[in-house]
């Protein structure tokens, strides 16, 4: 189906995955990408290494990234239940029988360029896969998320999402 006049709310580089949210209403996009509405943008990440809680903490209270403090985010580890949703990567990562991995929930307000890559790299756990799983409008309702949809499925909003995002462009931005 080819849709006229839709751009990405957000990016995702070649070598990761997720949700992807499109849209021809270029104040909804700023809104959902500029960091000074404050809209949590949560990953889940595979990593080399496990995590100590040293390392988890300092994601937490955030990592200097290119001579800058990235905003603390929040970090813990993935639950098994979420990662079982997971399918395998095509092409697959890369793995090494004596490196174990694990698979982190990272939540940002801020979206640099490659920030959770360097982010996890700085702590000692470079990432092998990423996946963005959901936003938080910031509205008390549900995050959107890939919820439901297999890898390279695509759906249209629900009304009641419709409805949340065009309310969304009403609001006043969070303060930093």
């Known amino acids: 189906m080819t849709v006229p006049d839709v751009y990405a709310a957000g990016r995702l580089d070649a070598d990761s995955e997720g949700l ?5 209403n270029g104040r909804l996009q700023q809104r ?21 809680p040293s ?4 994601l937490r209270e955030g990592v200097i990234v290119k001579k800058q403090r990235t905003r603390p985010a929040k970090a813990e ?9 997971l399918t395998e990567r095509q092409p697959p990562i890369r793995t090494r029988l ?3 991995t694990a698979w982190l929930q990272l939540s940002l307000r ?16 470079p ?20 919820s439901g949809l297999a890898s390279g499925q695509w759906r249209e909003l629900a009304h009641n999402e419709h409805q949340r995002l065009t309310a969304l462009l009403k609001r006043p931005s969070a303060h930093r």
């Open 32 to 52: 959902l990408t500029d960091p000074r509405f404050g809209h949590w943008r949560t990953y889940w990440v595979q990593v080399e290494g496990i995590p100590d």
């Open 77 to 85: 580890l993935l639950a098994d239940e979420h990662r079982r949703t």
């Open 55 to 58: 390392q988890l903490q300092a």
């Open 127 to 146: 990432t092998l896969r990423l996946i963005r799983y959901s936003i938080d409008l910031m509205d008390n309702g549900p995050p959107l998320s890939l």
């Open 20 to 24: 992807l949210l499109l849209t021809a």
């Open 98 to 100: 004596s490196i174990p």
């Open 110 to 125: 801020e979206g640099r360029n490659r920030q959770v890559r360097r982010m996890t790299a700085a702590v000692g756990l």
